[in-house]
T-cell receptor
């Protein structure tokens, strides 16, 4: 089955620690995205990548870092510089070959800072 | 300025009734796309329906249809014959198709829909 997997589903972090959220897709999509969602709000774009070894900052990139060494993988690191990292994180991918270039999403990772 | 506005934070609808979820947007581009996604309590975002700015007919996908009024800049989602499983958050999003933004979506704040049995 093609899809997007994110791990872990729940993540707890102590203040001052870096954590890495995993995102893997087997849809052969070129573009991948990371979003942050806070309670009762819409999605905000953190980073996106259109091709391997290239990525761009979104609206709220401060305190986050990414890499795109493989087409299938787009891990997100939440650094200690992110002041309020507790949120729900969603990874997505898309392909210009899809009818509407719509984004497909993973199940999300809920990060809580203790 | 808000580019996507969803004015209904929450809605209660009786099962089997039709429901309309509002979405207005703001863009100066001629070419853009509008999307609706459903987010159940599990958290995953599920793509429902798409409307392109140049599409002459309203989009339909099963029980979902999009009431697209370009002059009013509105793209309301209509769910016919609502079911208990339709209870979820619904998000409207827009993609402006100028070169650098071809991959980015702008999201509304969402509407929480609860279907009553």
């Amino acid at each position: 089955d093609g899809g997007i997997t994110q791990s872990p589903k729940y993540l707890f972090r102590k203040e001052g620690q870096n954590v890495t959220l995993s995102c893997e897709q087997n849809l052969n999509h070129d573009a991948m995205y990371w979003y942050r969602q806070d309670p009762g709000q819409g999605l905000r774009l953190i980073y996106y990548s259109q091709i391997v070894n290239d990525f761009q900052k979104g609206d709220i990139a401060e305190g986050y870092s990414v890499s795109r060494e493989k087409k299938e993988s787009f891990p997100l690191t939440v650094t200690s510089a992110q002041k309020n990292p507790t949120a729900f994180y969603l990874c997505a991918s898309s392909s210009s070959g899809s009818p509407h270039n719509e984004q497909f999403f993973g199940p999300g990772t809920r990060l809580t800072v203790l | 300025a808000q580019k996507i506005t969803q004015t209904q934070p929450g809605m209660f609808v009786q099962e089997k009734e039709a429901v309309t979820l509002d979405c207005t947007y703001d863009t100066s581009d001629q070419s853009y796309g509008l999307f609706w996604y459903k987010q159940p309590s599990s958290g995953e975002m599920i793509f429902l329906i798409y409307q392109g700015s140049y599409d002459e007919q309203n989009a339909t996908e099963g029980r979902y249809s999009l009431n697209f009024q370009k002059a009013r800049k509105s793209a309301n989602l209509v769910i016919s014959a609502s079911q208990l499983g339709d209870s979820a958050m619904y998000f409207c999003a827009m993609r402006e198709d100028y070169m650098d933004s071809n991959y980015q979506l702008i999201w509304g704040a969402g509407t929480k829909l609860i279907i009553k049995p």
